[in-house]
């Protein structure tokens, strides 16, 4: 059985703790300063935010007022859509690391793989930015990279120019939305999958089979959601800026799902809707 304490171990040998605390839609300033200063409170290590999410500096400052020593917490932020160039990914890198006031970053991801603003060369603008995330690897800026929301051909591209190939693939997961074709190509080649908005983004608590599932187990739907992607080999990555939730939401490593209910799960297709396709988004 999994324990808190258990990490996956990145294609580069980087391990990343198994279960993270996501503050997207966390609203910045003492919300997810609040936020998270309870998750590293709660014992959570493993941080994940993004230029997108507008909270980078509530998460540096509640990451300080911890006391928790900095090398012993992993640190994600992710490049937006608008800084997909050699030039903007350094430079918002460089923002990025002052919101946050820290001398590294653990990982870092290219948050979409084609942004409206680069649709007629989305290849061109990945390559450009990944350069720059590499060089920031061997500087000794970031410690792992990798991507969020790419599919297998979105990968492909990647590979073309890259020299470090992607670590993690942060993409939705949750019940009933399992991207199976993604997940497959992703594990072949040793990318760790990283499962945002486990929880349906709230939406799961609605579903009548979690509902029974929660009460057989004598768990929340979130635990039984959170349980369910670790067994799955996901790393998940829940949100919440209520501290007894966020306390819950850890308490997931002394109970196991029978490998018939994990399968029922995965089944509940479209039971929280599916991803969106990242070729046709507005943004």
């Known amino acids: 059985m999994t324990s808190q304490k258990d990490t996956y171990k990145l294609a580069n040998g980087v391990e990343i703790p198994c279960l993270g605390f996501g503050t997207w839609q966390t609203p910045d300033g003492d919300t997810a300063v609040d936020a998270v200063r309870c998750a590293i409170d709660a014992g959570y290590t493993h941080i994940d935010t993004a230029q997108a999410y507008g909270n980078e500096a509530s998460v540096g400052k509640a990451i300080r007022l911890s006391g928790v020593p900095r090398k012993d917490l992993f640190i994600t932020t992710k490049l937006w859509n608008k800084n997909h160039s050699y030039e903007l990914a350094m430079r918002s890198f460089e923002e990025s690391m002052d919101k946050l006031g820290l001398d590294y970053l653990d990982l870092f991801l290219i948050h979409w793989p084609n942004p409206i603003a680069f649709r007629d060369h989305w290849q061109q603008a990945n390559a450009e930015s990944w350069k720059a995330m590499e060089e920031l690897v061997e500087s000794g800026r970031i410690r792992a990279i990798g991507v969020s929301n790419f599919l297998p051909h979105h990968l492909d591209a990647l590979y073309q120019t890259a020299i470090i190939l992607p670590q993690v693939n942060q993409i939705r997961l949750c019940p009933g939305d399992t991207q199976d074709e993604t997940v497959k190509y992703c594990r072949d080649r040793n990318i760790?999958?990283?499962?945002?908005?486990?929880?349906?983004?709230?939406?799961?608590?609605?579903?009548p089979e979690m509902q029974e599932m929660a009460k057989k187990y004598g768990r929340s739907v979130a635990q039984i959601c959170i349980r369910w992607s670790l067994q799955r080999g996901y790393l998940p990555l829940p949100k919440s800026v209520t501290p007894s939730r966020i306390r819950e939401n850890l308490n997931v490593f002394d109970f196991t799902l029978t490998d018939g209910d994990v399968q029922l799960i995965a089944d509940l297709k479209g039971c929280v809707g599916y991803a969106n396709d990242p070729d046709t988004r507005n943004f």
Not at 192 to 207: H, M, N, Q, W
């Open 192 to 207: 760790v999958l990283e499962a945002y908005s486990p929880l349906g983004t709230g939406r799961i608590f609605d579903v």
